[in-house]
């Protein structure tokens, strides 16, 4: 183990870090951290980016015509991005065997019928990374609205 002085190429700003490992690879890794964004540049491309997610998400609800959400701004910039990946992914289900264009479009009523951002925020899906409500989705359907799907279609089932 060794430290060095480091400059990162992210803002310039300088840290000691320490290395671990055999001492004729330790310079080359110092170098590939200064390479990485630092602690708070990192957090910063993260903030702006879950911005852009928003952003992109609010701009393209506006052209699909979506339903305003309710609730304060940062729960609604949330759940305009879950709603997004939500509606990315309900083709997936109109594919299945037997299911037709009105299937699709009556997922989509359903998707568009959910406009609490709070219950967007409170179903997405347990994992961190997983960024949608479909299971929650389809879990929160009555059985009169499985009946009505059915019904679309011979063997289209949620
Ligand atoms: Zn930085």
Not at 134 to 142: D, Q
Request: with cysteine.
């Amino acid at each position: 183990m060794a430290w060095y002085t480091i400059r990162r190429d992210c803002c310039g700003a300088v840290e000691r870090i320490q290395v671990y490992g055999p001492s004729d690879t330790r310079q080359a890794r110092a170098n590939r951290t200064e390479m990485r964004p630092c602690q708070a540049c990192a957090r910063q491309r993260r903030a702006v980016e879950a911005e852009q997610a928003a952003h992109q998400a609010a701009g393209q609800a506006d052209l699909d015509g979506l339903p305003t959400l309710t609730g304060t701004d940062r729960q609604v910039a949330w759940a305009l991005v879950l709603r997004d990946n939500t509606i990315k992914r309900a083709p997936s289900l109109a594919t299945m065997p037997g299911a037709t264009g009105d299937h699709l479009d009556w997922l989509l009523d359903r998707i568009c019928e959910r406009t609490d951002a709070a219950w967007w925020i409170d179903h997405r899906a347990g994992l961190p990374r997983d960024d949608h409500c479909w299971t929650a989705l389809r879990t929160s359907l009555t059985d009169e609205q499985k009946a009505e799907f059915a019904a679309l279609g011979k063997e289209s089932r949620l």
